[in-house]
């Protein structure tokens, strides 16, 4: 009875077993009994998307809610390691204070308003076409050129392979815009 109570205590568990106290023996019963916050999810395997390492990422979930994000050992570039930024690209996600919707600051004005994302996109675009269309090449020294250099575009690392491709396609190729960038290649 007596070296069952005792054999609870951590420091007669050290004693006991010679161990140097950083083992089994140094673990409470909350401890032992402790589990991941990631134990029974499902996982996916995915690239962060921040810059143009592309460190891999085990995305766990549950139930279809995001769960946890980690770095994934398997990955040969950055083998289980994430940079501060991809550590935090759960909350990329999931933090009260990210911006979920489009802020405007009108011309001389100090402040910037929330407008609806429908009125941005027509401004974007009512403003992209007016300046392609006041300043577009169609040839230069008897040459064709169709471009236009009076708009740019800055990717932001955030945008993934497939969104970067839709940019490329839109803005070079349909546009005939050739200033065309991204913040991961600065
Ligand atoms: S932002 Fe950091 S974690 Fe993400 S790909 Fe770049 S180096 Fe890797």
């Known amino acids: 009875m007596l070296k069952d109570v005792l054999s609870r205590w951590p420091v007669f568990r050290q004693i006991q077993t010679g161990a140097n106290g950083n083992g089994a ?3 409470s019963e909350r401890t032992r009994n402790l589990k991941p916050k990631t134990a029974g999810c499902e996982v996916s395997r995915s690239i962060c998307l921040y810059c143009a390492v592309g460190c891999g990422q085990l995305i766990y979930h549950r139930a279809g809610k995001l769960v946890s994000v980690e770095g994934d050992p398997a990955s040969p570039i950055s083998r289980g390691h994430l940079c501060p930024k991809g550590a935090n690209t759960y909350q990329l996600h999931t933090h009260p ?15 910037w308003e929330d407008i609806p994302l429908d009125t941005a996109m027509h401004m974007i675009a009512d403003r992209v076409w007016e300046s392609r269309e006041s300043c577009f090449e169609e040839t230069k020294d008897g040459q064709s050129l169709m471009q236009t250099k009076a708009i740019a575009h800055l ?7 497939e969104e970067n491709y839709l940019l490329k396609k839109l803005f070079t190729g349909g ?3 050739v200033c065309v960038s ?4 600065i």
């Not at 991204?182 to 290649?185: E, I, P």
């Open 155 to 161: 990717g932001g690392a955030t945008l993934d392979n």
């Open 182 to 185: 991204n913040q991961a290649r």
């Open 175 to 177: 546009l005939g815009m």
């Open 97 to 111: 204070g990210r911006f979920t919707k489009v802020k405007y600051r009108r011309p001389f004005a100090k402040d």
């Open 25 to 27: 023996e140094s673990w």
